[in-house]
């Protein structure tokens, strides 16, 4: 019976145990009426592990527009029909104005965030490391970044301004990740990885549930970002935007996403799980559920492209379910 199978992986991890592949796998063919139980196994794990705290942060989109990849999922790639604002890198005072109104408004962390392959001789590189000396010195902010393929010189040189956490997601499994990106491999995702790692500085690593991926491959994903040892994990839902060649694709069902949440949770125990882009449209009234199957980080507000709820609606959401935010400045 799946309430066996749910009670006893989640025994095996509750006592420090990790789950092997196929013990994952089984944990996503349980039957749909059981799926509640997993996430309350789940929720139990992340409350052992990581305890009732919530790590947030806020992103600013810095460049926007005219990337060079073909990301089947994303609005800002020129493979893409796809109607929104592109523009160069904003100046420095705007960037730094942007993490301030993030820590005014409640966030841990915060993100600059551009468009494009990677800073192989990006020319906008030395002023993403202005702009992260000025937030480190004006705010109580965590300095992140998102900026795409990095070589180690890169991350060294991030970490030196005060950057603490890269992002850079996979995206997907490695056996799916040819289906959504042809102009770079998953290989060159992962080596960007391994660099920020080798460089001594955090990394925020996931990916996106619903681009047509089959359950196998999102415990796949799971597994290979456990190996990676990466210190958080974001899970962006697809929000298919027009004009994108995913546009036609198929959402997902509410359950089903929190089925995933919970079993990233059980692979990843310890580990930052963190809502990204996507749930309010994906799970709409029931996105405070994912902070009950096993989710323990969030970003705030609006995404690259697409709304958010705002951060005063999700920070009462995270204090409403009698968990803990993390203050700006804490260590």
């Not at 060159?188 to 690593?205: D, F, L, N, P």
């Not at 958010?308 to 920070?315: H, I, Q, S, T, Y």
Request: charged residues 25%.
């Amino acid at each position: 019976m799946s309430y066996d199978l749910i009670f006893s992986l989640g025994k095996k991890v509750l006592s420090g145990g990790e789950l092997t592949f196929e013990e994952a796998l089984s944990l996503t063919q349980i039957a749909e009426e059981d799926v509640p139980l997993l996430l309350a196994v789940a929720n139990k794990v992340r409350e052992k592990f990581t305890g009732k705290t919530v790590d947030t942060c806020e992103i600013v989109n810095a460049r926007s527009g005219n990337c060079s990849e073909d990301c089947k999922f994303c609005a800002q790639s020129v493979h893409h029909e796809v109607k929104f604002d592109a523009y160069p890198l904003m100046k420095e005072e705007d960037i730094v104005a942007a993490a301030q109104k993030a820590q005014k408004e409640g966030a841990y962390r915060f993100s600059i965030v551009t468009a494009g392959c990677g800073m192989d001789q990006d020319k906008d590189f030395g002023s993403i490391l202005k702009a992260v000396r000025r937030i480190v010195k004006d705010t109580k902010l965590h300095c992140c970044c998102s900026l795409g393929l990095l070589r180690q010189e890169h991350a060294a040189a991030l970490k030196e301004a005060g950057a603490t956490r890269y992002h850079h997601n996979l995206e997907a499994s490695a056996s799916y990740f040819p289906e959504i990106c042809t102009t770079h491999t998953y290989e060159e995702r992962v080596e960007t990885v391994k660099s920020v790692k080798a460089a001594g500085m955090q990394i925020c690593a996931g990916g996106i549930l619903g681009m047509g991926e089959s359950w196998k491959q999102r415990v796949e994903l799971a597994f290979a970002l456990k190996e990676l040892d990466v210190d958080a994990v974001p899970i962006n839902i697809l929000n298919a935007i027009p004009g994108t060649a995913l546009a036609e694709q198929k959402k997902i069902r509410p359950l089903e996403i929190l089925q995933a949440f919970a079993v990233f949770r059980m692979i990843l125990p310890r580990k930052s799980i963190r809502y990204a882009g996507g749930r309010e449209h994906a799970l709409g009234e029931l996105a405070p559920l994912g902070f009950l199957s096993g989710i323990n980080g969030m970003l705030l507000g609006n995404y690259l492209t697409t709304s958010g709820r705002g951060p005063a609606e999700d920070l009462q959401t995270v204090t409403d379910l009698g968990l803990r935010l993390l203050s700006v400045g804490e260590r």
